[in-house]
């Protein structure tokens, strides 16, 4: 039986549902590609086959369906798809044979982990919110290793858990302000940008609540806004610039912005903090199990940010955090400078190495 070497290696890549699942493993890649890994990707035909191809990541679908917190119907109707979907990856993971599995939940990850348990394929999982999200607690029994972010999450998975961080895209360093401003049309002027953001899907209540300070808003600084797929505003202005979604133009797009205002997902949290660029949070909390109002709590308490609740959201209310958000971004951005964002993805690596057997090298 030939022993395994680096060139040998070989890595199954998951996660989706939203971009929040799938863009931290790119910051992954380059350090596996360095290695000689050999890299695909097992996800569901949505969002992140778009994302994952575009990185020239082989990718495979599999069947999945909704983890659901409430009663309904259509949990009947997806209990069967997570099983066809369980069968999918078993036979897909037989094939391609990995010698770890990296997962950074969302429901589509629930099946490829079971099924990589079953092949005794060692699975490594990544939780990015304060709390773990139901598809890494139903990971944590067939789970080698689980990885998180925020040190609070101690307190939620105790053994077999370690803190490594959340790994951030080289390239969104690399930004150009002038290709940002070129990007959105903008006038070459003094005002301050902000960009507004919703997450991968769009935050309705926000792009409402924006709506009805904009007027206000042109009058003081630029806005660009992520709304999400089919969640355009319908707002024409010179100083305003809509997107539905961006991938590789958002590293421009900071670099362009002087302040953020987005919800409270734990991978962008942490791209904006990265960046150093001072954000006011609008968690989400309607419908939601709560994860982001304590990824949001968890970033004013040591100074990264200010929030404002969705319960709390009023015109009145929006301008007046926009305001704080201006006359404290000096003492945001200090704040923000004591946060090392740097070795996470070496940490991951490392910890999917030891879980494979493979000797612990520095990239």
């Not at 659901?68 to 798809?81: G, P, Q, T, V």
């Not at 209540?205 to 660009?224: D, F, K, Q, S």
Request: hydrophobic letters at 45%; aromatic letters at 8%.
């Amino acid at each position: 039986m030939p022993t395994k070497s680096t060139k040998q290696f070989n890595v199954c890549l998951t996660g989706g549902g939203t971009a929040g699942h799938v863009t931290p493993h790119f910051a992954l890649l380059p350090g596996m590609r360095q290695r000689g890994w050999q890299i695909f990707y097992v996800g569901s035909a949505g969002l992140e086959r778009q994302l994952v191809e575009a990185q020239g990541v082989e990718f495979h679908t599999i069947a999945t369906g909704k983890l659901r917190r409430y009663a309904s119907w259509k949990n009947l109707i997806d209990l069967f798809k997570v099983g066809f979907g369980c069968l999918q990856a078993l036979l897909l993971l037989m094939r391609k044979r990995p010698d770890v599995l990296f997962s950074k939940g969302g429901f589509v990850a629930v099946p490829v982990a079971w099924a990589a348990w079953v092949l005794r394929i060692p699975v490594v999982s990544h939780e990015s919110d304060v709390t773990p999200g139901l598809a890494n607690r139903l990971i944590k029994p067939v789970a080698r290793k689980l990885l998180y972010t925020f040190p609070e999450t101690a307190n939620y998975l105790r053994d077999k858990s370690e803190q490594v961080g959340t790994p951030i895209r080289q390239q969104l360093f690399q930004g150009d302000r002038a290709v940002g401003q070129k990007l959105c049309g903008f006038a070459d002027e003094s005002l301050p940008t902000i960009l507004v953001m919703g997450g991968s899907q769009g935050a309705q209540r926000v792009n409402a609540a924006l709506l009805g300070i904009l007027p206000w808003l042109m009058e003081r600084v630029r806005v660009i806004h992520l709304t999400g797929a089919g969640k355009g505003i319908g707002f024409q202005h010179s100083r305003y610039k809509s997107f539905e979604f961006l991938s590789e133009e958002m590293k421009d797009i900071y670099a362009l912005s002087d302040f953020v205002i987005s919800r409270a997902g734990a991978n962008s949290l942490f791209e904006v903090l990265a960046l150093r660029k001072p954000m006011l949070l609008i968690p989400l909390e309607l419908g939601s199990r709560g994860d982001q109002v304590i990824n949001a709590e968890s970033f004013k308490r040591q100074g990264w940010a200010l929030v404002l609740r969705e319960k709390d959201l009023t015109p009145d209310s929006f301008k007046a955090q926009i305001g704080e958000l201006m006359t404290q971004s000096d003492a945001i951005k200090k704040a923000q400078s004591t946060h090392n964002a740097v070795g996470a993805a070496e940490r991951i690596l490392a910890a999917l190495s030891e879980a494979a057997g493979l000797p612990v090298v520095p990239s």
